[in-house]
């Protein structure tokens, strides 16, 4: 009876297969990481720098993080002029002054997600864009019942991961075309006017903050753009 031969492998082409599969595992995974966080353009992943309707609407925009004592004298003044804009509210400011919020919202302005914090979104992973603006989506659905259904980026600031991020949670990324700067020293009421009315037009959309300058620069902003024969709303109403 035959014996039958025993082939051994050499341990070291054993540890060279197991290397070999260690990397190409690696370099496999790193590449679905990649493709998931990536941002890939097409018409839902734009930035909006303004509207697309390209008719002579301007939309009015303000960031809320700080400021809630100026809001109603902003809401007033909006009343008065019978106009709708937009508000974007940090989900930690909203949790601060829910009651602020349901005033803007039963003033009939429309909310934006500005995020949780207002931290520079573009220096954070795909994970954290995401954990944030989800978590301010719950604050802000939690007190008027809706969620928003655009997102303005913190100080402007985003990346790739961002971008992302907010289209994979079904937002529009919307920017601004004309700014009032007015969170920047010497900023006063005619200096806003003006930064506001030299940059005006079609589909524009306007970013305010609720400053003390902003708000006396407010009545004047809406009577000068009435004036040379645009329509003021809010972000809806440029993005047709």
């Not at 051994?8 to 540890?15: A, E, Q, S, T």
Request: positive net charge; hydrophobic residues 40%; charged residues 25%.
């Amino acid at each position: 009876m035959r014996r039958k031969k025993i082939y051994f492998i050499p341990l070291k082409k054993v540890y060279i297969f197991v290397l070999v599969v260690v990397i190409m595992t690696v370099c496999i995974f790193s590449y679905f990481r990649y493709s998931m966080t990536k941002s890939v353009f097409n018409p839902k992943d734009e930035l909006f720098y303004k509207g697309t309707s390209n008719d002579n609407t301007i939309a009015l925009t303000c960031n809320v993080d700080w400021g809630e004592e100026h809001i109603p004298t902003m809401l007033n003044i909006l009343k008065q002029k019978d106009l709708k804009i937009t508000f974007f509210v940090t989900g930690m400011w909203a949790k601060k002054n829910p009651q602020v919020l349901k005033s803007i919202y039963n003033e009939g302005h429309e909310i934006g997600n500005h995020g949780y914090f207002h931290e520079k979104y573009g220096n954070m992973s795909y994970e954290q864009n995401i954990k944030e603006i989800k978590k301010a989506e719950n604050i802000i659905e939690d007190i008027i019942g809706i969620k928003p259904k655009f997102f303005a980026p913190p100080s402007g600031h985003y990346s790739n991961n961002t971008i992302k991020a907010a289209n994979k949670l079904d937002y529009k990324v919307i920017m601004w075309s004309i700014d009032t700067i007015d969170w920047r020293k010497g900023s006063t009421k005619n200096v806003i006017v003006q930064r506001v009315l030299k940059k005006a037009c079609n589909s524009g959309i306007v970013l305010m903050h609720p400053k003390p300058e902003t708000i006396k620069a407010l009545p004047t902003i809406i009577d000068q753009l009435k004036a040379r024969g645009y329509k003021l709303g809010n972000v809806s109403d440029v993005l047709k």
